[in-house]
DNA sequence: CTTATTCGGATAATTAATATCCGAATTATA
DNA sequence: TATAATTCGGATATTAATTATCCGAATAAG
């Protein structure tokens, strides 16, 4: 049982989107190289939240991402979503219709109270997740951060962040 | 992010384990028969269960497996943990250090918060499935089950479950 | 209209999960 | 007491999922 560690990327760079000035943008290329990972790969995560309609995406030159609601309204749990899958991590094979005592179909009704005990685990875990805001992020690493380090930050930032095209890729 | 299959025959395994008679036990062929599924993978995860002293194993002639304590301290998370490992599903690889901007390794006390979330989560997970015994499990399965499956299952556990011998294998 | 740039889907390489086999240990029987 | 049958335990192939990569489609600038 392990989470994707594209998961893990995808948070951080959606954090980093959302340091941005509004109208602003950055490539997937740029995104990678801030955090030391392999471009080709944390594009494919970058393309994920996209489709999940996380961030927005902006073709051809000065194309690039930037998120596409408001901080508040992404959660933790919507990235693990978009980039791993909403699947149960918990699947039933039903084996209790297996077997010399196996039940039949039409004594199934109720479900199998193994998968419903998981199935709550698992909706426990989706609830934490999901009262986890980047904004509630983004407070933490302005009270945790070394003043330093942040300045570091917005250089980078305002070197690399380019004003996107208005397109929907 | 899934959960092994193991984690489900186990846990069948053990339920019906604790419909035995005192003394008495089942060996891994017959679990495995009992469920419908591979012999030799249902083994595997009786063997895991076994180190982790969840059951209790005789070897040789007469040998089995039988519980090796009350049902009531032995809950879905224990049983989770001895398959399919305790380790943290999400797993941090500590990418704020990396990159143009990575912070130094004497700047990073705090544990990135993005990792303190998702252990958060994967507590309320654990926390959920540790509320559930196996002794839980047996008092909805009386009560959902028709009277004849309960029959079929008491004359098939008299038939194939044997006194155990004493040897700690 | 041409060219440079960037995202999007399809394609290999690697790792973990799944399924299986053979040897070590124990007991019953001769 | 010796032998043989039985059963668990660790090591070994096979399959699926994750990880990493590449090339074509779309867009804007020159």
Redesign the pocket.
Known sequence: ??I???VEWAVHAAALLNGLPSGRGL???ALARYHGV?A??M??Q??AM??AGIIR?????????RLAKPAEQITLWDITAAV?GKGQAFRCTEIRQNGPCGLKPEDCRRPCQIAVAFARAEQAFRDSLAAVSLADLAGQVLNDSEPGHLLAMMNWLNAEAEPL?????
Request: aromatic share 6%; glycine share 12%; proline share 6%.
């Open positions: 049982m392990q994707s560690k594209g490539k997937a290329e392999p080709p790969y594009a494919k970058m393309q996209s489709k995406s902006s073709r051809g030159a000065h194309g690039g991402y791993d095209s208005d397109n929907r890729a």
